[in-house]
């Protein structure tokens, strides 16, 4: 074993039909580590909740070590966001304007459902 692994590494199984997917290091003892699988076989970001144990042997033969992969949520992504909670935010407030804010909060909210 060349390194020990440390919660928040991240792994990349490297065999079976899940080759390519990435796990990050949950939990670790003296006799197996814990992985969160947190993508699919592209990379894209995946929250499963899918759990695996794996032997410290087994690690270092299955899984290589891998970077935390990108955030799901990409700048137009947050930008869309901004526009739904704005419209809400203003749609609700007193002297707000019911009409600007729906649209603003409709127009990001569809935005956002295009994107994912």
């Known amino acids: 074993m060349t ?6 590494d991240h792994y990349r199984l490297s065999d079976g039909a ?23 076989t592209e990379g894209n970001r995946e929250a499963t909740g899918e759990l695996r144990h794996v032997a410290h042997d087994r690690l ?21 966001a901004l526009l739904l909670v704005g ?12 009409l600007g804010g729906a ?3 409709v127009g990001g909210g569809y935005l956002l459902w295009r994107r994912h």
Do not use: M, Q
């Open 3 to 8: 390194d020990e692994p440390a919660v928040y």
């Open 18 to 40: 899940d080759a390519g997917a990435v796990f990050r290091v949950v939990g670790v003892d003296d006799e197996r580590v814990t992985l969160l699988r947190v993508t699919d």
């Open 60 to 80: 270092d033969r299955a899984f290589t070590p891998a970077d935390n992969p990108d955030p799901r949520f990409e700048t137009p992504d947050y930008l869309a």
């Open 87 to 98: 419209g809400v935010a203003l749609a609700v407030h007193p002297a707000g304007d019911r």
């Open 103 to 105: 649209i603003l909060a």
